[in-house]
């Protein structure tokens, strides 16, 4: 079956350090790539999505790009800042059953 | 005004006793979701409706019945709660469509004692 895999957290980094998340996706045929972050109490926010191959999502200075030869979608940011502190989810959206399939998440600290 | 709302946002109740939980969404969606997230945050979707239509239901017990009454709700009742149900369950909507985003509520956290 679909399924994501993510790098266990926590990822600690001080404030303006470089981040990546690495993301790879097990799945049948090209589904939609999805970055979700969770904030402390709250609910999840969609951070940037891919529809297809070597596209790139973008959105408040995070970035991931679609790769199909490496079934990644890793997460990157230049300069993270401790408001970054949250949980990151990457996802899949199964294309057979209308699904989002979740990876396990990785929990982010920033410390100033 | 808040897109997808979720009531109640906490929930404490003991073993044995029948609880719901509430969702609406405000955004015209037609599908709607309901996610489990366990206490090491990992997701999994429970169920999905589309136009009040129930089109997916994962292996959950059939203690959990969900019930859209219309488009815009789609509530989740739990019999017989266990202590194993204890979690933050979301509820999200989407339009219908393979790369449609989904949008998430704020969660209800449910603890069973």
Known sequence: GNSVTQMEGPVTLSEEAFLTINCTYTATGYPSLFWYVQYPGEGLQLLLKATKADDKGSNKGFEATYRKETTSFHLEKGSVQVSDSAVYFCALMDTGFQKLVFGTGTRLLVSP | ?113
């Not at chain 2, 405000?26 to 206490?39: A, F, I, R, V």
């Not at chain 2, 009454?69 to 469509?97: M, R, T, W």
């Open chain 2, 1 to 113: 005004d808040t897109a997808v709302s979720q009531t109640p946002k906490y929930l404490v109740t003991q073993m044995g006793n029948d609880k719901s939980i509430k969702c609406e969404q405000n955004l015209g969606h037609d599908t709607m979701y309901w996610y489990k997230q366990d206490s090491k945050k990992f997701l999994k979707i429970m169920f999905s409706y589309n136009n009040k239509e129930l089109i997916i239901n994962e292996t959950v017990p059939n203690r959990f019945s969900p019930k859209s009454p219309d488009k815009a709700h789609l509530n989740l009742h739990i019999n017989s709660l266990e202590l194993g149900d204890s979690a933050v369950y979301f509820c999200a909507s989407s339009l219908q469509g393979l790369q449609e985003t989904q949008y998430f509520g704020p969660g209800t956290r449910l603890l069973v004692l």
